[in-house]
Structures are given as structure tokens and as C-alpha cells.
């Protein structure tokens, strides 16, 4: 039972342009959120998070946007650069340590 | 700082072989975790340790086994090892319920 879900396997977009990847969770007991980045045969490294108690979270070109009550969360890169290609996993926790994953969406940014 | 380092990088078992795969981390965290990733699907938690002397089983804990008799090393033991096994296996640690470090993974095939 998947209790996050990132429905888009893949994104293809324009380099300058906006990306938007999108994320929905089944357990409201999700007080955390986090995105992740993943190039080919590397660990995921940490991108950006969010606590339950905000809506918006912002870093450089990465916002992060939480609907509480949709149990959706999205993130934006804007402009999107081809150092951006590489698969974005969104992440659900709780209290007690433990990280959800989604299955990822590949991101390919075209120049 | 190395931060999560993993070894081996690569390694193939015939059905019925143990292996340990090993985990380090040098920034003191007390927390540690092992995921798999299998094509196509997010990480899955397979044991987590919450310090020294402390773990605990995560969603795919089925066939593997662990230990954490200090902060800095968590590894991860297949006894009987199956073809299901086939994955890439990383080796995460955060120092509080926050983002996790990852290590670049194991890639495991069981043939």
C-alpha cells in the first residue's frame, strides 16, 4: 500500500522554463515532507522540505507548496537548468523517523 | 567530512550466499537506516536504529538482519541470499527527524 504517490513517471522541459513536479499522500499522520534529488549511480541527496505547519517553503530556484487538506504536495524549479535532469523523489514522514517514498519522476530539462 | 560511505559498489551472489554490506558515517548521527530501490519504485525502509544498541525493523525487513554496536557503523547482512534481493541497497543517517545523508549505494545481483 503506497502512501505517497507521484503519479508522473516523467517530465520533459524547456531549459528556462518552469518544472513542476506533483506529490499526494494517503496518511494524514504526515507531518514532514522532503524532496530529493537522484543522478545515475548516486545516492539521493537532500533538496528541500516542508513541515505540516506551512503551506510554501523556499529555496533559490526550488519552492516547495503543501495542500493540507488536498494531501498534495508540489514542487517548482524555476528556470530549470540542464543540471537539473535527474530523477526527484518526494518523501512523507511522521514521528517516528521513518521516510515514505514515492516512486520518483525523471526530470529532463531540454536546451 | 566523507559523510555515508558504502562498500562494496557492486556485487553479484549466487542463490544460498551471505553477504554483509557495510555502512559508515562520520558526522555523528544517531540515527541510520537501510532502504532498497527496486526499477521503477521509490526506497523502501528495510531496518532502522535510532543510536547505538538499537534497531528496528522497517517495511521489507524479510531476509535480512542487522546491528549497530557503534554510532558509526550499520550493517546490513543477507543470509540466504534469493533473485527478490536483486536491488540497490543504500545506507541513510540524519541526526534528528530532518533529512537524511545518503550513501551512493550497493548494487546487489543475486543470480
Known amino acids: 500500500d503506497q502512501q505517497v504517490k507521484q503519479n508522473s513517471p516523467s517530465l520533459s522541459v524547456q531549459e528556462g522554463r518552469i518544472s513542476i513536479l506533483n506529490c499526494d499522500y494517503t496518511?494524514?499522520?504526515?507531518?514532514?515532507f522532503l524532496w530529493y534529488k537522484k543522478y545515475p549511480a548516486e545516492g539521493p541527496t537532500f533538496l528541500i522540505s516542508?513541515?505540516?505547519?506551512?503551506d510554501k517553503n523556499e529555496d533559490g530556484r526550488f519552492t516547495v507548496f503543501l495542500n493540507k487538506s488536498a494531501k498534495h504536495l508540489s514542487l517548482h524549479i524555476v528556470p530549470s537548468q540542464p543540471g537539473d535532469s535527474a530523477v526527484y523523489f518526494c518523501a512523507a514522514a511522521s514521528n517516528d523517523y521513518k521516510l515514505s517514498f514515492g516512486a520518483g519522476t525523471t526530470v529532463t530539462v531540454r536546451a | 567530512n566523507a559523510g555515508v560511505t558504502q562498500t562494496p559498489k557492486f556485487r553479484i551472489l549466487k542463490i544460498g550466499q551471505s553477504m554483509t554490506l557495510q555502512c559508515t558515517q562520520d558526522?555523528?548521527?544517531?540515527?541510520m537506516y537501510w532502504y532498497r530501490q527496486d526499477p521503477g519504485m521509490g526506497l523502501k525502509l528495510i531496518y532502522y536504529?535510532?543510536?547505538?544498541?538499537?534497531?528496528d525493523k522497517g517495511e521489507v525487513p524479510n531476509g535480512y538482519n542487522v546491528s549497530r554496536s557503534t554510532t558509526e557503523d550499520f550493517p546490513l547482512r543477507l543470509e540466504l541470499a534469493a533473485p527478490s534481493q536483486t536491488s540497490v541497497y543504500f545506507c541513510?543517517?540524519?541526526?534528528?527527524?530532518?533529512?537524511?545523508?545518503f550513501g551512493p549505494g550497493t548494487r546487489l545481483t543475486v543470480t
Open positions: 536504529s535510532v543510536g547505538a544498541g538499537i534497531t
Open positions: 541513510a543517517s540524519s541526526p534528528t527527524q530532518s533529512e537524511q545523508y
Open positions: 558526522m555523528n548521527h544517531n540515527y
Open positions: 516542508i513541515s505540516s505547519i506551512k
Open positions: 496518511n494524514s499522520m504526515f507531518d514532514y
